[in-house]
């Protein structure tokens, strides 16, 4: 009797322990699938994490990355107290805050704008225009720039000429650039931004609307009370994301702008990355500028994660 | 509901409109300008005479730019990236999706925290460099403008969304019951009806590639091989001008004059082939930007 019901538990506990099993092994397909995504992870982005010890080490290429001697904190110490710190730092940060200061309410205020056009044709045409410039590249997006803003002969000096102005240099002289690099920034993408925003405003429910017709509240008072506490949490989401990657001022384009005279106002930490690592070949201080950078980047995301969580119920995770 | 339409509403819509009106004119204004600029007379746009409709109506900026060899190489170099590395995405990315959408897959917590960790860490530039240079030898080789990039977490959460939400999970439990393989099912019903996701996705990639330059920048030392953007490069951003173009232009001032211009044609050229079909697919790009922002 005993015996039985020892035999019977331990059947069911091998078919319980099977029923994994099963599935993997009924499912062997999928993990054929996945096999090549899984080594391409690996491969491109687990291995290159491995090499970020190269930071607290002197790399040299005979030696390999294992095999390179230990270093310390060294070319952290270096970067800190080097000449550029304070420069590059103070100009990431400057033009990431003057770009989300400017680039980010300009997408909001443009759905919102959009939303309450009623004539689907010309809301299509702004739409279609206002993507557009976002398919551009950042190489032809500089060149156009540096087309319009030329000496003399640009849109933009011919135009000052016009109006009797003097004709400016606007590429040569530093205190410009940010402006320029935030503007142009919007031209290009606020339209593309604001999809995210105008598919937000079309979950809000209509009915809210009507009751608050029914109120008298005018359109202003709508838009201010109803559309935009309803797009909020789509907004807090951007908002954390846009703060994570304050400290990643995109490389391409302060590359392509940057010349020898406007270099002090417009070097940030990934451009100097490429500098110090890829054309004077000092890897590893480089690796720890970049380190640096993305562990900044890293507690400013968690940070504005907890603002956030503790202001509403809105978070990335 | 019947929309009465009191003066404040009028007055409000009327400002609406003539803001938009605006912004649609700031939008669109350089894109007009630069075309009409290409097919003016180069002394013309110098002088600021180009302003509404071009002057002096002429297709030679257009001549000298297909003249240039570099330029008609880069543009083939890119069009061959843009395939194949394109090709390569939305295989690795089925491959990625598929599995991952199946409730039934042991291992999908693993797999998907493995992709999700790589949005947030990276070994950073120089890492990335060596691995691919020093360790893979992928310098110079088309590899290292097709493989850094195989797969987009954010593109394989969007098919992998699509995946969930418009294949009836019922269809998958048929299949099984009626011994049909996971590929088979794949293959014969999950993708066919995946068409939109998949348009969606050929675009965000192929997009990439044919903007991309940075990886160009850093793995390619050969001009040969050097895509569209680096060239592009070179003569917008650094004003080096090739021989090729300037065969038949006598004086160094016309050849000042023609190399401005040239810069118009050139960004018509190079941005043509996406600027002009976009308006037909952007209903896609849409959807793609909004599935993914509903998981996201």
Known sequence: MLKTAELRQQRTRNRHGNFAWH??????????????????????????????????????????????????????????????????????????????????????????????????????????????????????????????????????????????????????????????YVLSGVWQSAGWGSIIYLSALAGIDPELHEAAVIDGASRLRRIWHINLPGILPTICIMLIMNCGSLMNVGFEKVFLLMNDLNRSHAEVISTYVYKVGLINREYSFSTAVGLFNSVINFIMLLTVNTITKKLNQSSLF | MIARKSKDDRIFDSVNIILLVLILIIVLYPLYFIIIASFSDPLEVLAGKVFLLPKKINVEAYKMVFRDE????????????????????????????????????????????????????????????????NTLHMQDTIWAMVLPGAVSVWNTVIMRTYFQTSIPEGLHEAAVVDGCSSTKLLLKIVLPLSKPVI????????????????????????????????????????????????????????????????????????????????????????????VGAIKG
């Open chain 1, 23 to 180: 599935r993997i092994s009924r499912n062997w397909e999928l993990y054929l699938m996945i096999l090549p995504v899984f080594l391409f992870f690996i491969v491109f982005h687990y291995v290159p994490m491995y090499g970020i010890q190269i930071a607290f080490k002197n790399f040299s290429g005979v030696l390999g990355i294992w095999g390179s001697p230990w270093a310390g904190v060294e070319h952290f110490i270096r970067f800190f107290n080097g000449t550029y710190f304070k420069e590059i730092v103070w100009n990431t940060i400057s033009i990431s805050v003057y770009s989300l200061l400017v680039g980010f309410p300009v997408p909001i205020i443009l759905a919102l704008m959009l939303n309450e056009v009623r004539n689907k044709h010309f809301k299509k045409l702004v739409q279609t225009v206002t993507y557009a410039p976002y398919f551009i590249s950042v190489v032809v997006m500089a060149g156009m720039i540096l087309l319009f803003l030329a000496p003399e002969t640009g849109v933009f000096n011919q135009m000052r000429k016009f109006f009797g102005a003097e004709s400016i240099n606007f590429m040569y002289e530093g205190r410009y650039f940010k402006t320029i």
């Open chain 2, 70 to 133: 570099s330029i008609v190489t880069g543009y083939r170099n890119t069009i061959l990236y843009t395939i194949l590395g394109t090709a390569i995405n939305i295989v690795m990315t089925i491959l990625a999706a598929y599995p991952l959408s199946r409730k039934d897959f042991v291992g999908r917590g693993f797999f998907t925290l493995m992709m999700a960790i790589t949005m947030f860490f990276s070994g950073g530039l120089i890492p990335t460099y060596l691995l691919i240079s």
């Open chain 2, 199 to 290: 348009a969606v996705l050929v675009l965000f990639y192929g997009v990439g590639h044919w903007n991309s330059f940075f990886n160009a920048l850093i793995y390619l030392s050969d001009k040969d091989k050097y895509p569209l953007q680096l060239i592009l490069r070179s003569i917008l951003i650094q004003n080096t001008m090739s021989e090729d173009m300037m065969t038949d232009v006598d004086s160094l001032a016309n050849r000042k004059v023609l190399a401005e211009t040239i810069k118009y044609a050139l960004i018509v050229v190079a941005s043509a082939p996406i600027i002009m079909i976009y308006p037909f697919l952007q209903k896609y790009f849409v959807k793609g930007v909004m």
